[in-house]
């Protein structure tokens, strides 16, 4: 079974341009969750889709980011204009839909993100 | 005051050591608890859930203090392969979100 996959896996703009993050979830998988590490800091959740549908997105950090997932398929997070501190590593983590639990979140190999 | 505070380590033991570390949570109402594991620039993986009367998967035992809102990890027999950072996580009932620790660094040398 094929994993989460994120594309790309490193990306290195500068100050204002913008940048699209996907990830794939695994095949099935509803949940989808976006999470970001910053340096030095530890991973931090940012949103999370049941299918196409926002279900929670407190930990968005302001409106320069965009998530999406249309079709309720792949995601993608945009970041416009990125700014220095927007640089870490994005993880996309997915999970079964299961009726009132929580279940195993699978991680992708996630996107370095660089702002210079 | 962080949700999950772990000491960040290193822990530098040689192989066939037994570590341990632990971890503290803030959210008394937490209800799922977890160690992953993260090598040097990959995702982070499950290494195992924590249940509330322990629990214990090979080498590697988890444990659950309720009432100290800690958990903890013990490996038995290091092995080099060990070597990596261990995420401790939590999430809240019916939460989906993980609230994670900044991590435990351990290294096995031969």
């Known amino acids: 079974e094929a994993g989460v996959t994120q594309f790309p896996s490193h990306s290195v703009i500068e100050k204002g341009q913008t940048v699209t993050l996907r990830c794939d979830p695994i095949s099935g998988h509803d949940n989808l969750y976006w999470y970001r590490r910053v340096m030095g800091k530890e991973i931090k959740f940012l949103l999370h889709?049941?299918?196409?549908?926002?279900?929670?997105e407190s930990g968005m950090p302001n409106n320069r980011f965009l998530a999406e997932r249309t079709g309720g398929t792949y995601s993608t997070l945009k970041v416009q204009p990125a700014e220095l501190e927007d640089s870490g590593v994005y993880f996309c983590?997915?999970?079964?839909?299961?009726?009132?639990?929580?279940?195993?979140?699978?991680f992708g190999p996630g996107t370095r993100l660089t702002v210079l | 005051r962080k949700e999950v505070e772990q000491d960040p380590g290193p822990f530098n033991v040689p192989e066939g050591a037994t570590v341990a570390f632990n971890c503290t949570y803030s959210?008394?109402?937490?209800?799922?608890f977890f160690w992953y594991r993260q090598d040097c620039r990959k995702e982070p993986k499950l290494l195992m859930s924590v249940y509330s009367s322990g629990n214990e998967d090979g080498r590697f035992t988890a444990q659950l203090n309720r009432a100290s809102q800690y958990i903890s990890l013990l490996i038995r027999d290091s092995k080099l392969s060990d070597s990596a950072t261990y995420l401790c996580?939590?999430?809240?009932?019916?939460?989906?979100?993980?609230?994670f620790g900044a991590g435990t660094t351990v290294t096995v040398r031969a």
């Open positions: 983590a997915s999970s079964p839909l299961w009726a009132g639990g929580t279940d195993t979140q699978y």
């Open positions: 889709f049941v299918k196409e549908s926002k279900q929670d």
């Open positions: 959210n008394s109402a937490s209800q799922s």
């Open positions: 996580v939590v999430n809240g009932e019916g939460d989906y979100k993980l609230s």
